[in-house]
């Protein structure tokens, strides 16, 4: 069964440092998405793609962050200059179609730290 | 505000015993809601979805019922294996045509023990 993959699994950074979390969505979906989930707390929105573009974006996405489609498979969220309170564990996700019946697939996450 | 709040936070049951899970939400304008499974450090699997219409759905022993009138779900768990310890996720769907209008509940976090 397809579904959705992401790298690195755990990733360890100095504040400031510039991170890239990858993920590769599901083959033939069309939206995209990442969420975080700071430990203990409920997953929360960042960002939603389409066609190459955002189409929406949450508070916390701020112009630190920034997304990008950069070759038809790879789906990736760069943290500029990360901070303490980066720390979490981030999700993609996709889906087919812009329905909200459809479901999103999660890929198994990303655990940032930042020291 | 949209929220959605869960019931218990955690919950311990032994092997074999059923188990019910509470989800109340404050989201408007409805449009489905979801009940996703997460086991720790993975990201969290549909279980079911259920638009406005919809009172009760099942996939295998996991059964979800919604009542929209009082904005309350449940998922009830039947017979409960090891692997059913995880944390569960109420998930509710604003309509606005954008499925980015998630409202994700803390989540019910359920350990099944021998």
């Known amino acids: 069964e397809p579904e959705v993959t992401q790298t690195p699994s755990h990733q360890v950074t100095q504040m400031g440092q510039e991170v890239i979390l990858r993920c590769v969505p599901i083959s033939n979906h069309l939206y995209f998405y990442w969420y975080r989930q700071i430990l203990g707390q409920k997953v929360e929105f960042l960002v939603s793609f389409y066609n190459n573009e955002i189409s929406e974006k949450s508070e916390i996405f701020d112009d630190q962050f920034s997304v990008e489609r950069p070759d038809g498979s790879n789906f990736t969220l760069k943290i500029r200059s990360t901070k303490l309170e980066d720390s979490a564990m981030y999700f993609c996700a996709s889906k087919v179609q812009k329905t909200g019946q459809e479901t999103q697939y999660f890929g198994p996450g990303t655990r940032l730290l930042v020291l | 505000k949209n929220q959605v709040e869960q019931s218990p936070q955690s919950l311990i049951i032994l092997e074999g015993k059923n188990c019910t899970l509470q989800c109340n939400y404050t989201v408007s304008p409805f449009s489905n809601l979801r009940w996703y499974k997460q086991d720790t450090g993975r990201g969290p699997v549909s279980l079911t979805i259920?638009?406005?219409?919809?009172n009760t759905k099942s996939n295998g022993r996991y059964t979800a019922t919604l009542d929209a009138d009082t904005k309350q779900s449940s998922l009830h768990i039947t017979a409960s294996q090891l692997s059913d310890s995880a944390s569960y996720i109420c998930?509710?769907?604003?309509?606005?045509?954008?499925?980015?209008?998630?409202?994700f509940g803390t989540g019910t976090r359920l350990q099944v023990t021998l």
């Open positions: 998930v509710v769907s604003a309509n606005t045509g954008t499925a980015s209008k998630l409202t």
């Open positions: 259920m638009t406005f219409s919809e």
